[in-house]
């Protein structure tokens, strides 16, 4: 099944996304669940929150992989939310 993985930053975290963004990508590549992926901007071009789209037997796998996350584990987001998602186009 897909996963909307929809991650909303805490104001003022940019930095803590910048010093872990690379944990987080080598995170995202080393999932093979991991079909989609990439920040949210805000007005000003700035990264806010992440959209990642997973394909997970479980809804189990899918909090499992948003509990190790780095970001998460950083302590970046202030909400995170997996909602079953039905791909009709793409």
Same mark, same amino acid.
């Given at each position: 099944m897909k996963v909307a993985l929809i991650a909303k930053d805490k $104001?003022?975290?940019l930095s803590i996304r910048q010093e872990n963004r *690379?944990?987080?990508v080598a995170y995202l590549k080393a999932n093979s669940i991991?079909?989609?992926? #990439? *920040?949210?901007?805000?007005?000003? #071009?700035?990264m806010c929150g992440s959209l990642i789209?997973?394909?997970v037997d479980t809804m189990a796998?899918?909090?499992?992989?948003a509990a190790n996350d $780095?970001? #998460?584990k950083a302590g970046l987001f202030e909400s995170?939310?997996?909602?079953?998602?039905?791909?009709?186009? #793409?």
């Amino acid at each position: 099944m897909k996963v909307a993985l929809i991650a909303k930053d805490k $104001p003022g975290a940019l930095s803590i996304r910048q010093e872990n963004r *690379p944990d987080h990508v080598a995170y995202l590549k080393a999932n093979s669940i991991v079909e989609q992926a #990439g *920040p949210f901007l805000d007005d000003a #071009g700035e990264m806010c929150g992440s959209l990642i789209i997973l394909n997970v037997d479980t809804m189990a796998d899918a909090e499992a992989f948003a509990a190790n996350d $780095p970001y #998460g584990k950083a302590g970046l987001f202030e909400s995170v939310e997996l909602i079953i998602w039905n791909r009709v186009i #793409g």
